[in-house]
């Protein structure tokens, strides 16, 4: 599989505290992306990245801010947590045209 | 934006059967792919396919751009062909990926 990489792969955390999210890739992609999946939602973008330093907001990007500061990193913050950002968290990342797309193993975060 | 509408949402066969797995979308692309997401959750990339034909092992998909639709074909399903499949596409390279809603797949020893 593509060298991407998730962490925490699960995280429980309480309300009102600050999260953080790693997304890891060894493939040297331009692109990266962060998804949350929701029962009846599917997966929906939160932000995205199309290189260091460069990135952009998704449908689902309130409550949430992204850092890219190398090609091979891109974090996911959850300022204060809610319980509506209980989710399961993909990350994704995008090279060369006709690449396509590869996803990371997820995260699945809990806010109590 | 883009709509990306899969039918059926919900299949059950019975193992050795075969099925055909159809992704609707509204505007043209120049991306889609399909993802199988298996019951432990990890989202296994199936085929890139914005055009043509492509096969691999018992599965195969076929893109009609100009249509603007696409189909997954499972032959002879085992019980490991289970989970979810979606089908998704982008209209630029590096733009936003965008899921059809998936259809879950449910194959019976």
């Known amino acids: 599989d593509a060298g991407i990489t998730q962490s925490p792969r699960h995280k429980v955390t309480e309300t009102g505290t600050p999260v953080t999210l790693r997304c890891h890739q060894t493939?040297?992609?331009?692109?990266m992306y962060w998804y949350r999946q929701d029962p009846g939602h599917g997966l929906r973008l939160i932000h995205y990245?199309?290189?260091?330093?460069?990135?952009d907001k998704g449908e689902v990007s309130d409550g949430y801010s992204v850092s890219r500061s190398k090609t091979e990193d891109f974090l996911l913050t959850l300022e204060s947590a809610t319980s509506s950002q209980t989710s399961v968290y993909f990350c994704?990342?995008?090279?060369?045209?006709?690449?396509?797309?590869?996803f990371g193993s997820g995260t699945r975060l809990t806010v109590v | 934006g883009i709509q990306v509408e899969q039918s059926p949402p919900d299949l059950i066969l019975q193992e050795g059967a075969n099925s055909t797995l159809r992704c609707n979308f509204s505007?043209?692309?120049?991306?889609l792919q399909w993802f199988h997401q298996n019951p432990w959750g990890q989202l296994i990339n199936l085929f890139y396919i914005p055009s043509g034909t492509k096969q691999n092992g018992r599965l195969s998909a076929t893109t009609v751009a100009t249509e603007r639709y696409s189909l997954l074909y499972i032959s002879s399903s085992q019980t490991t062909d289970s989970g979810v499949y979606f089908c998704?596409?982008?209209?630029?390279?590096?733009?936003?990926?965008?899921f059809g809603q998936g259809t879950e797949l449910s194959v019976k020893p």
């Open positions: 493939e040297n992609h331009r692109y």
């Open positions: 998704a596409v982008t209209q630029n390279q590096g733009g936003k990926l965008i």
């Open positions: 505007d043209s692309v120049n991306n």
């Open positions: 990245s199309y290189g260091v330093k460069d990135t």
């Open positions: 994704a990342i995008s090279g060369e045209p006709g690449s396509g797309y590869t």
